[in-house]
């Protein structure tokens, strides 16, 4: 039996226990819904969520269910519920002797009579062939008689494109000799992007009988709107922290290179901060190696009678080698190669600054960041921004893992092609309008790398849409 009401799209999680279903709930939810436990048969029973609502009335229903244990059993025993021995020993006998085993028959039958399209997922840090309980299962699915899409979890970190195609083209070789598998795709609980989501949602479609595409169709419009407004504000979050480590600084030389690094770490912070309350995560916002590399400047203190020469050297040598043990401990991240870049500017632009000040008579020396120095600074914003928006709250508490070599890449192409509009922004960071040019920016730039690094994302769509929205307010 289909769902009856035309207006509710219900989709059905299964999958063996342990694989990661709760985890996938809680990451497409938002919040911290069920149990998640490294354990077989934590969740017990079969529980509804609302993943999306339209004002007309229409609704996504999701179901994430109990792990299926002894699955060519349970096959056994789906396929005699129709004989009166068979219900006898499924409604009487496993019900008291084996409840685990009860309860995933109760959840297969109920997926059976409600779902409209099953979600099978898989975990793909092992292989098809290995995976014991693939073809008991894929049999359960057959008997269930409905679509099945496969989703693909435990990818791996994200940013490891190739890697991860090779093994999504692995399970779609390996699956695509079963008819009831109509698509594979994958939507990792820990590292998928909501770009990723909009995949899953139009590989429906084509799957649904022909009265839910009108519902389909509007809750799809429905989850842009939601991302994009979500999208929208992160940037507009981002640009107010930057400008501001783009402002002018002005005071005692010795205390300006220090205070241009500290501003650039508050930028930093208080923007991962932002995108973290955007995107419903929690976690720390600072990131080590900014801490460490306040530190090493801390360290450094210069008394304020150097000279100017004395001062640089100081800087230089000291800033140097704290951050050569960070290197050493953590490996080079972008954040770090930004703050070298940061502190060489700043180092270079306070001692210049200092000098041009004196042959003007100006008595308060000050300091900017280089241009390539809050360059870098942007692209470490737009890595961060991918970081928080590839961490699924399955996982947990944000922790920034560093951008992969990928996304540094994408990233610094596209910050790049727009390196002279950014110029103008550093040049009058304090001007009218300037927080609401730089979230434009910001948001042209991102799509850009996300669309480099899915390029199956619908980029029309998104520009349209976010041309609907009200302008960013920062
Ligand atoms: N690396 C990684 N681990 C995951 C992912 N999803 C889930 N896990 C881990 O897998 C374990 C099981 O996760 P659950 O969400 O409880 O699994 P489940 O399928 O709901 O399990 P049952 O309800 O017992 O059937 C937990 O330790 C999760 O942290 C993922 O996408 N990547
Ligand atoms: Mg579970």
């Known amino acids: 039996m289909d769902s009856p009401d035309p207006n509710t799209l219900q989709l059905c999680l299964v999958s063996h226990t342990n694989v990661g279903k709760t985890t996938l709930t809680r990451t497409l939810l938002g919040a911290d819904v069920g149990e998640v436990r490294d354990a077989a048969h934590v969740t017990q029973f079969a529980e509804a969520h609302t993943l999306l609502q339209t004002e007309t009335g229409d609704r996504l229903v999701w179901w994430d269910t109990p792990g299926l244990g002894d699955s060519a059993r349970l096959y056994r025993r789906l396929s005699q519920a129709g004989h009166p021995l068979g219900w006898f020993l499924s409604q009487v006998w496993d019900r008291w002797t084996d409840p685990a085993f009860f309860l995933s028959q109760r959840a297969m039958a ?10 099978y997922l898989v975990n793909a840090s092992e292989s098809p062939q290995d995976a014991g309980y693939l073809e008991p299962e894929l049999k359960i699915l057959a008997w269930m008689n409905k679509p099945v899409l496969v989703l693909l979890n435990q990818l791996g970190a994200a940013g490891n494109a190739e890697p991860q195609a090779a093994e999504l083209a692995r399970w779609q070789r390996h699956l695509g000799a079963f008819p009831v598998v109509r698509d594979v795709l994958a939507l990792d609980a820990f590292s998928r992007c909501w770009v ?5 949602f139009q ?8 009265r839910f595409l009108p519902t389909h169709q509007r809750l799809v419009a429905q989850w842009w709107q939601l991302q994009l407004r979500r999208f929208r504000a992160s940037m507009a979050a981002m640009a107010p922290a930057l400008l501001s480590a783009a402002e002018v600084q002005r005071g005692p030389a010795a205390e300006l290179p220090e205070a241009l690094v500290r501003r650039a770490a508050q930028c930093q912070q208080a923007l991962t901060r932002a995108l973290l309350d955007q ?16 530190q090493s400047l801390l360290q450094v203190r210069t008394p304020v009678n150097t000279t100017q020469a004395g001062l640089i050297g100081a800087i230089s040598s000291g800033a140097a080698t704290g951050l050569g043990a960070d290197l050493m401990s953590g490996g080079l991240s972008m954040g770090v190669g930004a703050l070298l870049g ?10 210049a600054a200092l000098a041009a000040n004196r042959m003007r008579g100006v008595e308060v020396p000050e300091a900017q960041l280089s241009g390539e120095a809050w360059r870098e600074l942007v692209e470490v914003a737009l890595c961060t921004y991918l970081a928080v928006a590839h961490f699924g709250r399955g996982r947990g508490d944000f922790v920034d893992d560093g951008a992969p070599a990928l996304w540094q890449n ?19 960071p304090q001007a009218p309008g300037a927080p609401q040019r730089l979230a434009g920016l910001l948001e042209g730039m991102a799509l850009r ?3 480099q690094l899915y390029p199956a994302m619908d980029l029309g769509t998104a520009q349209r849409e976010l041309a609907r929205l009200p302008p960013p307010t920062s």
């Open 342 to 351: 940061a502190v060489a500017g700043a180092v270079t632009f306070a001692g």
């Open 196 to 200: 990723q989501e909009d995949a899953l």
């Open 110 to 119: 109920s997926a059976r009579d409600h779902a409209d399209v099953v979600l």
């Open 410 to 428: 994408v990233v610094r192409s596209v910050v790049a092609n727009r390196q002279d509009e950014l110029a103008a922004l550093r040049e009058a």
């Open 279 to 294: 995107h419903g995560l929690h976690g720390e916002a600072g990131h080590p190696h900014w801490q460490a590399l306040e």
């Open 449 to 451: 790398a996300l669309r």
């Open 203 to 210: 590989a429906l479609a084509p799957h649904l009988p022909d």
